[in-house]
């Protein structure tokens, strides 16, 4: 493989996006390159008096069916593959009349954007390029004599080497082909996927699924891990599609747990706060504004809250911002923030400032992925939720109005606790929660001892929990774990059912005088 610098002499652009397209064609025109080109591509340079000449004036051969042929002919793909240091491909290409082409600038019909636009399938289906995939595989191929350039933010770069050096280096070929290659396959993933969902068929055989950097991270979860963040092209409103108003660098493990609350706080109608600490809550609440959703969420564990992620499901104001920043937080995440709560915020320099311009709907279908040993794990993502009207009471006393707003509560908090997951609840606000243990009565006295703790903390001669809610992700598989729950002093239960010894547990239940409901639906979060 040559190191020599390739020398431009011949051309070939034909681009959807024109970004920066005519400051280029002139570029190359007044470096002496021969520039072919196509449809509306060549129709802009020569309106800007750029010299161009049409692919199908350099190949003989006229574009075809409403254009879907035009470059897919051997005067294009032997000038782009034809290897310039075998004689053999010398000789070929001279008695076939084939030029070399040593450039391509190509960018792809917008298949993503017309998807995400809700066109019909016959648009989609057009949208889908055929030619250009094809001319940046073989450019990318050939990198050893050919530069492939397929986003506009390579022309600058592209540009500067050829006025340093005359030409286009190895090396620069062979990063445009490395990312030639991961567009063409990016593509082909998005087609693939909409094709899959065109059919209704969650796990086709072969899944394929791509992303687009967003940003190099410092680091992974520890120093010694070397880490990134890539979006997937959907609009769900989170992370990927905010803006950072403000503050220090985002770290993988801030990504990770601004995720996990603004999932949580999704799940809420009324204004909602959730703090995050390792990816679990760690106090959630509702009010009838954010000020007063923070206190609540604040007292259910002011300990953990220390230097966690909080996440609101309404436009920030000054009196929310002002109670967050009371403490050291390293995230705020929320649609938006008026002007008087982002001059709050910017007090603290360091404090990062995430405005997503929208909610996430809970609801909503999608999947997730857990990377494994030799594969990855793919599932729907968790989008179950249950109402009054879905549950069943099992016990001999039903639960009252208000336990029952505070059971669907904790329960959706819950959702996004991790395995086994013990919630707490009372007046809308989380007093005491129980994550990540191997067994689910560790979790109920953690959650209890929790909700002692943040009593004494507030100066109340009471646990939070007493005269409160609970709820499991998962059933009670003894009685023991809703034996600790009613020793917190809870007076009702919400856990999905389904053990064997459900009989047990609701007679543990009555004994204790406690109201419970099975929800029918489990919420395990490894």
Known sequence: ??????????????VSDKAGLVEFGRFLARQGAEILSTGGTARALREAGVPV???????????????????LVP?????????????AHLAQMREHGIAPI????????????????????ADCIENIDIGGPAMIRSAAKNHAHVAVLTEPAQLGEVRAEIEAKGGTTLALRRRLAAAAFARTAAYDAAISGWFVAQE????????????????????????????????????RPGIATAAQAQGKELSYNNLNDTDAAFECVAEFERPAIVIVKH??????????????????????????????????????DAAAAERITAIFTEVVVAPDADEAAKAVFARKKNLRLLLTGGMPDPAAPGMTFKSVSGGFLAQSRDAGRVAAPDLKVVTKRAPTEAELADLLFAFRVCKHVKSNAIVYAKGGATVGIGAGQMNRVESSRIAAWKSEAAAKAA????????????????????????????????????????????????????????AMVFAGMRHFRH
């Open 1 to 14: 493989m040559t190191d020599a610098v390739v020398p431009v002499r011949r051309a070939l652009l034909s």
């Open 53 to 71: 000449k049409d692919v199908s004036d350099h190949t003989g051969f006229p574009e075809i069916l409403d254009g879907r042929v035009k470059t």
């Open 75 to 87: 005067q294009i793909h032997g000038g782009l593959l034809g290897r310039r240091d075998l004689p």
């Open 102 to 121: 040593d450039l391509v600038v190509v960018n792809l019909y917008p298949f993503e954007a017309t998807v995400a636009g809700g066109a019909g399938f």
């Open 200 to 235: 209704g068929e969650a796990f086709p055989p072969r899944f394929a699924f791509a992303g687009a950097l967003k940003q190099t991270l410092r680091y992974g979860e520890n120093p010694h891990q070397r880490a990134a963040f890539y979006t997937d092209g959907t609009a």
């Open 279 to 316: 990816a679990n809550p760690c106090g959630v609440a509702v009010a009838d504004d954010l000020a007063a959703a923070w206190d609540l969420a604040l007292r259910c564990d002011p300990v953990s809250a220390f230097g966690g992620i909080v996440a609101a499901n309404r436009t920030l």
């Open 459 to 514: 100066g109340l001669p009471e646990p939070l929990a007493k005269g409160g809610v609970v709820a499991s992700d998962a059933f009670f598989p003894f009685a023991d774990g809703l034996q600790t729950a009613a020793a917190a002093g809870a007076t009702a239960v919400i856990q999905p059912g389904g053990s064997m010894r459900d009989a047990e547990v609701i007679a543990a239940a009555d004994e204790a005088g406690l």
